[in-house]
Structures are given as structure tokens and as C-alpha cells.
């Protein structure tokens, strides 16, 4: 069993930077690719970034490479997105997700576990 825990959301400017933190319970968060979605009101969810167990696997959208950047730290149980250059578009909610598996998948159906999510508003 793992409960995530996303933080770090609020309201920026387009150009400006957030950084989203996801605090994991339980001793075997090494164990999970992690992923990011997100979900737009009237749209569907989306993959944003995901990281294998070693952090040297990482996957991004099209929409957010370059721009966006997923790390974790087994050690403390986190996973953070780094989010530069916001653009409008990137508003939405936004969800890390847990998979018992070695790197992460685009399917947001295959995760096991969710968090809450947290709100990321850009103005133009």
C-alpha cells in the first residue's frame, strides 16, 4: 500500500516556475515508477512525466519536454516535478501516480495508486 501526497501547486505567471512535491508512505516507494498527469477541466488525464526506480529512466510528453523535469528521492520518499516556462496551457490538476513496476507507463489506467492532486494555474 502507498498514499501520495501532492504539494507545491498555486497560481503563477506565464514564464514562471513551481516545483510539485509528492510525499509517498510506506517502505517500498523504491519499488515504483512514479508518474505525473495531469487533467484540464473537460478534458481527459494526461500523461505528463514519469521515472523508474532509477532515476536515470525518465519519460516526458511532447508538450512539456524541455520545459519540465521529474526527479525523486528514495531516500526521503519524494517525487518532484520541476516545472519551467509555464504556458496557459499547462493549467490543470495535477496527479502523481504510483506503479508496481521498473519504469513508468503512459497509461494512466496500469497505476496503482493516486494522489489527491493539486492545483497549477497559469495566467497569461
Known amino acids: 500500500q502507498v498514499q501520495l501526497v501532492e504539494s507545491g501547486g498555486g497560481l503563477v505567471q506565464a514564464g514562471g516556475s513551481l516545483r510539485l512535491s509528492c510525499a509517498a508512505s510506506g517502505r517500498t516507494f523504491s519499488m515504483y515508477a512514479m508518474g505525473w498527469f495531469r487533467q484540464a477541466p473537460g478534458k481527459e488525464r494526461e500523461f505528463v512525466a514519469g521515472v523508474g526506480w532509477s532515476t536515470t529512466i525518465t519519460y516526458y510528453a511532447d508538450s512539456v519536454e524541455g520545459r519540465f523535469t521529474i526527479s525523486r528521492d528514495n531516500a526521503n520518499n519524494t517525487l518532484y516535478l520541476q516545472m519551467n516556462s509555464l504556458k496557459p496551457e499547462d493549467t490543470a490538476v495535477y496527479y502523481c501516480?504510483?506503479?508496481?513496476?521498473?519504469?513508468?507507463?503512459?497509461?494512466?489506467?496500469?497505476?496503482?495508486?493516486w494522489g489527491q492532486g493539486t492545483q497549477v494555474t497559469v495566467s497569461s
Open positions: 501516480a504510483a506503479v508496481r513496476n521498473m519504469v513508468p507507463t503512459r497509461r494512466f489506467s496500469e497505476y496503482n495508486y
